[in-house]
């Protein structure tokens, strides 16, 4: 019954055109000096975990908060294209301060992309996510905190947030909320499996 109701739950928000966990107060989020979303920024100053084809020349950022619902179906719709493309998920700290946690956690796991799929397929189930201890390394909490001023200094009101190159185009792309596979694809510039 539990699964029943979280499924028209995320079928509802689906409906109503959500796809994105922003801050309560979004508007003082955006920063005033907003920046240029920018692919070498975002490699330099970023700090996340790699999954999918890890040698490919076409990177995926993902900012995401552990938190966050929409990052978890992001994170679901993302496994069939991890075989065309990197993708880098961004933890930041936003929604509360279990995401900070979980965000270390998900940092400095032996295995990070086992350890997010554990987490995401909890969080969706509306267990939460993985637990983790809330004392969090100082330069592991400064990394985070400098993800979700990285990502506020572009101006972005929610995540999932996610940069790329299109591989078709060429151009630098970024989006806010979640996508399905397809979306996603098509938005990369790759093939739908």
């Not at 350890?115 to 969080?123: F, T, V």
Request: glycine residues 8%; proline residues 5%; hydrophobic residues 45%.
């Amino acid at each position: 019954m539990k699964l029943h109701s979280l499924f028209f739950s995320s079928l509802l928000l689906l409906a109503l055109g959500i796809s994105g966990c922003s801050p309560k107060d979004s508007a003082a989020t955006a920063a005033a000096s907003k920046r240029e979303v920018s692919l070498p920024a975002i490699a330099a100053e970023a700090k996340g975990f790699a999954v999918g084809a890890l040698m490919s020349t076409n990177t995926v950022y993902v900012f995401f908060d552990s938190q966050c619902p929409h990052c978890g179906h992001l994170w679901a719709a993302s496994a069939p294209l991890q075989q065309k493309v990197k993708f880098v998920w961004i933890p930041i700290g936003m929604i509360n301060a279990t995401s900070k946690a979980q965000g270390a956690a998900l940092l400095t796991a032996a295995n990070p992309a086992a350890l997010m799929s554990e987490h995401e397929a909890s969080l969706l189930a509306g267990q939460g996510g993985i637990s983790a201890s809330s004392s969090v390394a100082p330069e592991i909490e400064k990394s985070i905190k400098n993800n979700t001023q990285l990502l506020n200094s572009f101006g972005a009101e929610s995540v999932p947030f996610v940069v790329a190159k299109n591989m078709k185009s060429g151009q630098t792309v970024s989006r806010e909320g979640a996508m399905s596979t397809a979306a996603l694809a098509e938005f990369l510039g790759v093939d739908a499996p």
